[in-house]
């Protein structure tokens, strides 16, 4: 989950090594560091952000060519400066970053410690460098061969850099488990845990697979070998990013851009995929396993966080329109199960950056056990596209705020194709239907953009409820999944104790915490269960609550009830939670402001869960 960069060439490394931590911010910040070669091996780092390394390191020799940083997200040890990486050998000749957990290091450190390895921090990472240390001093070994040997030893996930002080033409990168990229440019690479800080310098890279160590030189060589040591042929690769995707555009936060840039990315996400005027869905990756998903005896979806509530909007979207039966799984879950999974089941599994590492793993037990794998993601190039069977891109750019907002829409955007193109080829939906809901489809980014529009309203309201403790998030159908996706963007950026429910599961236990300090927010655009829902809103304003209510554009009823309404142009039932989740995400933010919180940024989150 941290960032990781590095860099070797001809150019200063520090400028480029500090541009390329604060576009990986988003992936830890809890700590940050560098270390630069120039004749002498330097390391500064410190708890806090980047710019707080910047001003520790301001007054330092930051000369070098060839260099490394890392932005921490805490798993060993606190955030604090002894923590922070890079990390030293015990003889001071090498220094590693690390993302990702190194699950034997207390076994590792204590036969280090009888070998008379003294440690400083309280990390996994320094145990690994001091094994590498070991290894070399053992053999009289170059860097690559010490890496390669103490990688034998390993158990646990990760993506690490290392440099040597007596070596300083060369960096060594491997990962298992944790993604790393290697960036080529002219007479110069770069390393990286995400595309993001290479697109500046070069459209060029390699993804590293498991078990794979790349040794990347001065003079423009680049090796690549399994830890068994074979010779690996790398896959060049262009990178489809822009810089501007990856900047705020004059919008104080990463979050509100990418909340409004929905209209556009819903739009981007169906582009080619779908044609109103001429009638048609097609969804590139699953043509080429159409029958198997279409045969399958069931769905399981695998996905954490965010992800995991578009699973369950496909859940209804499959089962309704395409009649599959779907199970929804929380891949931390389901890969520590002992899950009957089948040949003739599909597995399905959603992630923004194609990296979850739980995810990951429910997919490498699906495929032992001979279940079509598919996924879909954002991140060209990622694990979990490389790992499945079939799969499909969101095309939503780049997501650097840690709350996803257009992610999700993408995410339910497409699963909302297949299962409509699913249930039209399957018979399931008639044409008539199938012909309204791609009309519709076509339709929802200009409702999206109507919606943003109301962000002064929905502002207002969040005055009103900022100093609320606790928050209820209710809906029915189509929208419990965004009641949950509600109160998730509500905990995680203002720290407001938040729970989303079905709204008829109210009074089974939640109805005990309503009073007039709780704000519940209620998703009322259902036309089939219309009725219940006012029922709901009626029990909650019986107990004083305050009534926070979306609904469809000319209500009339519920709008007489609720304190406060917030409109949505009307659309088919299955296509509402892509325009019912705006205002949560544009409420979410206001109310996160409004509390002084750090909405890009929330404590003790990140982006990218690359560990367990």
Request: aromatic share 6%; with cysteine; proline share 4%.
């Amino acid at each position: 989950m941290c960032g990781i960069v590095a860099y070797i060439g001809k150019k200063q490394a520090y400028p480029i090594l500090i541009n390329g931590l604060k576009r990986l911010e988003y992936r830890g910040y809890d700590s940050a560091g560098i270390a630069i070669q120039n004749g002498t091996l330097n390391v500064y780092k410190c708890k806090g952000k980047v710019n707080d390394l910047i001003k520790h390191a301001q007054s330092k020799n930051l000369e070098g060519t060839i260099g490394m940083g890392h932005t921490r997200w805490a798993t060993h040890g606190k955030p604090d400066d002894i923590n922070a990486h890079p990390h030293q050998s015990g003889n001071g000749r090498l220094v590693i970053i690390h993302n990702g957990i190194i699950e034997n290091y207390a076994v590792l450190k204590e036969t280090l410690i009888k070998a008379g390895h003294t440690f400083t921090s309280q990390t996994d990472t320094e145990v690994l460098i001091h094994l590498i240390e070991e290894l070399q001093s053992q053999g009289n070994l170059p860097v690559e061969e010490a890496v390669r040997a103490a990688l034998a030893k390993v158990v646990g996930a990760y993506a690490i850099v290392v440099m040597d002080r007596e070596d300083p033409n060369k960096l060594v990168a491997a990962r298992k488990a944790s993604p790393l990229v290697l960036g080529i440019g002219q007479d110069e690479f770069h390393i990286a845990s995400d595309a993001t800080p290479l697109v500046e310098h070069t459209n060029n890279v390699v993804y590293l697979n498991d078990g794979e160590i790349a040794v990347v030189t001065r003079d423009g060589e680049m090796q690549i070998k399994t830890i068994d040591n074979k010779v690996q042929t790398p896959f060049i690769q262009e990178l489809d990013l822009k810089i501007e995707e990856m900047e705020k555009g004059g919008y104080e936060h990463f979050m509100l851009k990418e909340i409004y840039e929905q209209p556009k990315t819903i739009a981007e996400c169906m582009r080619g995929r779908l044609n109103a005027g001429e009638g048609w869905i097609r969804v590139g990756g699953l043509a080429t396993c159409m029958e198997r998903i279409s045969n399958a005896d069931r769905l399981i979806i695998a996905a954490c966080g965010t992800s995991w509530h578009a699973g369950l909007v496909a859940e209804y979207l499959f089962e309704e329109l395409a009649r599959i039966p779907v199970e929804v799984e929380y891949a931390s879950e389901l890969r520590y199960r002992n899950p009957i999974i089948g040949k003739k089941d599909v597995v399905i599994a959603i992630s923004q950056s194609g990296e979850t590492a739980d995810t990951l793993s429910a997919l490498e037990l699906a495929k032992d056990k001979g279940a079509l794998l598919y996924g879909i993601v954002n991140s060209v190039g990622s694990s979990i596209a490389r790992i499945t069977d079939a799969g499909s891109y969101i095309h939503v750019g780049p997501e650097i705020g840690v709350a996803s907002t257009k992610a999700f829409t993408g995410q339910v955007t497409l699963l909302s194709m297949m299962a409509i193109h699913l249930g039209y080829r399957k018979g399931t939906i008639p044409k008539t239907y199938y012909q309204t809901l791609v009309e519709e489809m076509e339709n929802i980014p200009n409702k999206v953009a109507k919606i943003l529009e109301s962000s002064k309203k929905i502002e207002y309201i969040a005055s009103e409820i900022k100093d609320a403790n606790n928050a209820l998030f209710l809906g029915r159908g189509y929208n419990f999944p965004i009641a949950l996706e509600g109160a998730l963007k509500l905990k995680e950026i203002s720290y407001i104790h938040a729970e989303g429910y079905p709204a008829a599961e109210m009074k089974h236990g939640p109805i005990a915490l309503i009073d007039e300090n709780m704000p519940v927010i209620v998703i009322a655009t259902n036309k089939s269960a219309y009725e219940k829902i006012v029922s709901n809103i009626q029990e909650v304003k019986a107990r004083k609550g305050v009534v926070i209510a979306i609904v469809t554009e000319g209500e009339s009823v519920i709008s007489k009830i609720a304190d406060y309404t917030i409109e949505i142009p009307d659309t088919e039932e299955p296509l509402t939670p892509l325009l019912s989740v705006i205002p949560l995400q544009i409420l979410s933010y206001h109310v996160a402001l409004m509390r002084g919180c750090n909405v890009d940024q929330p404590r003790n989150l990140a982006k990218s869960v690359t560990v367990e």
